[in-house]
């Protein structure tokens, strides 16, 4: 696996590429402040060889399977998270800093199931939506943020894949080590070149991907901010948008309450993922 997140390496249309620039970034173990690679930063060419590697791969072969084809690629990606799964647990907390038991029993076993739940929809567009004819959009340009490194990829890659688009992620710029380690098993899969992409860098190449015009769809998960300026980018573009952002979300307690099961919901609605979840629960109303 090692060899995956190699300095000045993307990937791109099915293979390891080397980045335009050459500038790189070092990746650190924040329990540790090891580093744990160099990383590359992706310039605006380099998304834009991305963006037209899923433009291809879109319009020559992923948009033309039938779901049923589209589910076998799923699934296989599924099956081999399951067997790899004690080797990603330990990289996600390596590179994100989240306790073993958390992404050993949580994170990636959903990663899989989720993959295998997309893989069962693949062919089932047309009944969720009877008589509206469900057709891909295209290209999906997806940001996701450091909490849920791998999940979050799952959220995002899994439901494009199944409804027919083609996708261009770029991972959070501090955790980037299992993104780029699922390339690997993309290709374990035979998933055809330029279905998936993953680009790395910071917030400079997550902007070239918004504002790319062969983009047909943005999908961000990170701060309110941070999706204001894309809003911004995106408006009058005709791009797509889903924005899941940050906020203050209230624990409301009620008098009648069994409290000991109110107060275990309390301790665990701010502190799960060490507090670092969109709806944790920051606001207590009794």
Known sequence: MADLWHEERLYIDGDLVEAEGGATYENINPATEEVLAEITEATSSDVDTAVKAARKAYETVWSTLAGSERAKYLYRIARIMAERSREFAVLESLDNGKPIRESRDLDVPLVSQWFFYYAGWADKLQY???GKNPTPLGVAGQIIPWNFPLLMLAWKIAPALAAGNTVVLKPAEFTPLTALAFAEICREAGLPPGVVNIVTGDGRTGAALVEHPDVDKIAFTGSTDVGRLIRKATA??????????GGKSPFIVHEDADL????EGVVDAIWFNQGQVCCAGSRLLV
Do not use: C, Q, Y
């Open 128 to 130: 969720a939506f009877p």
């Open 236 to 245: 009058g573009s005709g791009k797509k948008l889903s924005l899941e952002l």
């Open 260 to 263: 000991d099961a109110a107060v």
